[in-house]
């Protein structure tokens, strides 16, 4: 296949299609989730030209974890739903691209499961874990304790979910549980014995409205591990971030799925990367879904990208093979945006080669 685009259509053929609504959809009116990917669209490319290199080097570490490209695979939640290999398979074609995969803590397979998959792969894959804090902030810590006994390299606290956004497709669809046999399993309580048997009982993931910076002090206390959070859009919440010592975040509208009419992440990109002034490292998703909109956010200030629904896309069309075609699909799109620009890395992507 030649494009995420296809690789969508490919999906949608096999999925039940209140599973694609699910995957696919935003908040309400989905302005923000349409709004993720045109903005691209307004922006234009300058190409610097006889800068003489042969070749381009797309690997960069990232708080210490090595990834051979500046494109990451985005937590989503789910992936059984998507294909029966769900987050092994990911996690195998995460690993053996070399980058780095933030797995969702609404994963329907257990964090140690997905380590040893991706060991399977590649022998020191780059996995790093997305955490909703729980009020139960004991909760919390067994989580963080289990992700990090599984060998994740990061933690990354998803902030903008106080509440979980309201979703009309899911609604409609009245998809609201997971079918018989799937379940969060890193919500799994396994010390709890109820039966007598060895039945386990699964929590169900609480958004924490009272969620503020000192869970974060509390996150940071409780690991050696860099802290990452996701979902800043504000400038002033960036440069809290660096006051309060994280270790790097994540400029996301959560794929258009909570607040809607918020502005496409690229489009408060460069405030952002303003704000932080390089003090830490800015990664960014949304709406990424060729090497031009990677390049664009480099350009404007991003170390990495991540993508969500285009390795869900890969996932349903084709298991890990297909979770494998959508990353060196990007991986080759971005180098020859990267090429065409006249970069050798990344980072000579500079702002002024962008324009509206
Ligand atoms: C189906 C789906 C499930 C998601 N689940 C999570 C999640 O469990 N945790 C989280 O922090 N973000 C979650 N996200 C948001 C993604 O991490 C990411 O911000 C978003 O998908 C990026 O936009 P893109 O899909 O256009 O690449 C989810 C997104 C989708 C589409
Ligand atoms: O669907 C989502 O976007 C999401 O983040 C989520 C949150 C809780 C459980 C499952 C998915």
Known sequence: MRSIAEFEAAARERLDP???????????DEITLRENESAYKRLRLIPR?????????????????PSSMPILVAPTAFHRLAHPDGELATAKAAARA??????SMAATTAIEDIAAAAREAAPDPGLWFQLYLQPDLEFSEAIVRRAEAAGVK???????????GRRERDDRNAFHDLPPGLAVENLR???ENRSGGNASHVREIVMSAGLNWDHIAWLR????LPVLIKGVLHAEDARLAVHHGVAGIVVSNH???????VPATIDVLPEIAAAVGGALPVLLDGGIRRGTDAVKALALGADAVAVGRPVVWGLAAGGREGVSEVLELLRADFDQALALCGGRHPADLTPDQVRR
């Open 98 to 103: 070399g980058t780095i995969l933030i797995v």
């Open 49 to 65: 030209v006889l800068r003489g290199s042969d070749k381009r080097d797309l690997s960069l570490t990232l708080l210490g974890t």
């Open 189 to 191: 309580n396994l010390g």
């Open 255 to 261: 794929g258009g799925r909570q607040l809607d009419t």
């Open 18 to 28: 209140a599973h694609y609504d699910y995957f696919a959809g935003g908040a309400q």
């Open 221 to 224: 206390g409780k690991t050696k």
């Open 154 to 164: 990061a933690f990354v606290v998803t902030v903008d979910s106080p509440v979980l």
